[in-house]
């Protein structure tokens, strides 16, 4: 499909033939993983009476959502979006709907309802990563590739934030499974749309290409060695951010605020963030992505352990406000190094494994936080929480093949690829 565009822009980007339907489609997919976490949460502390067993299935449900991610990826990198996706998100919906039924019910016992959520998370439909690697795809100029993952993550950021805001709205008018049933209703609806759009149409192979296989030259290690740098960031960045949360709300206690200081504080991240992620996606960039990232990596690490100096609430809301400018570009740039740097029939895969990254450290931060928090003073904490994604930033770049990545032109490799017309073929957080 051609999209040679004499000026990149987020417009621009949106007028790429199918692209707002394809995006719209995801994203009404993906505000299922908005509602589902507080609407399950409820449901599970309302039916079990118990917070302990509640956030046992909670992360039962998140473990096997996450770190099944890869799989679920290969998967569609092998059988295409509309083969792979549709069926695991019909399962998904329904397993929601069967544990949205057995929470109905109080006194339904745990195990039942930890197997359900376990199986639930295993078939989770990996539509972030499959809507950047349709991007790849309808957009081979690599200057709209950057905006298209820019307008992808702030989006996200704003599925994040309405999700639960939806939920509360919910819970006033009807029991809390009724955001669970809303949760599976969104993903089917979203999904089915999402495949059925003309950008994710899946032709034969090219001629002599076996999906999955990695292109000629490129082996399994040398694959590793080029996302060992994505991967590490992303997953730095997923464990500096999550603490944010727990370390603002013992600051406020340390300083008498009240929970309103909390989210102001929180609200400040997801601003900066946003705006980071917008203006990264705008900038004309001269250096290479992969001299980028240690920077943006640097960035959230030295603004976090700022943060832990700041003498008052406003602050505090300053340096995580100016954090959270270097989150997005952090992420967006690790996920288009993964595209960069994925062989053909790997693209889906390649972007799982930066969104598992994510994922898995934001659960890592979460823990070891709250283990420091109380054994160390907050400053120590805020500097050790901004310490991880410094170091990630040390972490040398490698191009696909194991060299190191020396900065340069970016690649026009995929340009070179692309058909000149018709649709292309998707080699298939949350």
């Not at 996450?66 to 569609?76: E, G, H, K, Q, T």
């Not at 992505?289 to 300053?318: D, E, I, K, S």
């Not at 390649?350 to 659960?363: E, I, K, L, Y």
Request: one cysteine or more.
């Amino acid at each position: 499909m051609s999209t040679s565009l004499p000026r990149p822009s987020y417009a621009a980007v949106l007028r790429v033939p199918h692209a707002r339907r394809t995006f719209a489609a995801a994203l009404l997919g993906r505000l299922s993983y908005g509602t589902v976490s507080l609407s399950l949460m409820l449901s599970l502390t309302r039916s079990t009476g118990s917070y302990a067993a509640a956030g046992l299935v909670m992360a039962l449900f998140g473990a096997t959502s996450v770190f099944l991610s890869p799989y679920r990826a290969l998967l569609v990198d092998r059988h295409g979006p509309r083969r792979a996706l549709l069926p695991m998100a019909l399962l998904y919906a329904v397993l929601l709907c069967v544990l949205a039924a057995a929470c109905w019910r109080p006194g339904t016992p745990p195990a039942v309802l930890a197997a359900t959520a376990a199986s639930a998370g295993a078939c989770t439909p990996p539509l972030g990563p499959v809507m950047r690697a349709v991007w790849a795809e309808l957009l081979p100029d690599r200057r709209l590739l950057q905006r298209a993952y820019s307008l992808d993550g702030v989006a996200e950021e704003l599925l994040f934030v309405s999700g639960p805001l939806l939920v509360g709205g919910i819970v006033t008018v009807a029991p809390p499974v009724g955001g669970v049933v809303l949760s599976a209703v969104l993903v089917a609806v979203g999904t089915l749309a999402f495949v059925t759009s003309p950008a994710t149409a899946a032709p034969r192979p090219a001629a002599g290409e076996k999906s999955g296989d990695p292109a000629p030259g490129d082996g399994a290690t040398g694959q590793v060695r080029a996302l060992l740098q994505p991967v590490v960031v992303a997953a730095a960045v997923g464990v500096s951010v999550s603490a944010v949360d727990l370390l603002v709300v013992a600051f406020a206690g340390e300083h008498g605020l009240g929970d309103g200081a909390v989210a102001w504080v929180l609200a400040a991240l997801s601003v900066g963030s946003a705006v980071g992620g917008l203006v990264n996606g705008a900038v004309a960039w001269s250096r290479p992505t992969r001299a980028r990232l240690p920077f943006f990596a640097a960035g959230v690490g030295l603004c976090l352990a700022a943060a832990g100096l700041a003498p008052g609430l406003g602050t505090l809301v300053l340096a995580v406000m100016f954090a959270g400018l270097f989150v997005a570009p952090a992420l967006t740039t690790a996920y288009l190094i993964a595209d960069e740097s994925a062989a053909p029939g790997f693209r889906v895969r390649a972007g799982a494994w930066c969104n598992t990254a994510v994922n898995a450290g934001m659960s890592a931060g979460a823990a070891a936080v709250g283990l420091l928090v109380e054994r160390l003073p907050l400053p120590v904490c805020f500097a050790l929480s901004g310490a991880v994604a410094a170091a990630a930033a040390l972490v040398p770049g490698y191009g696909r093949g194991g060299a190191v990545r020396r900065a340069g032109p970016i690649s026009r490799r995929r340009s070179r690829a692309r058909r000149p017309s018709g649709p292309s073929r998707v080699s298939g957080r949350p």
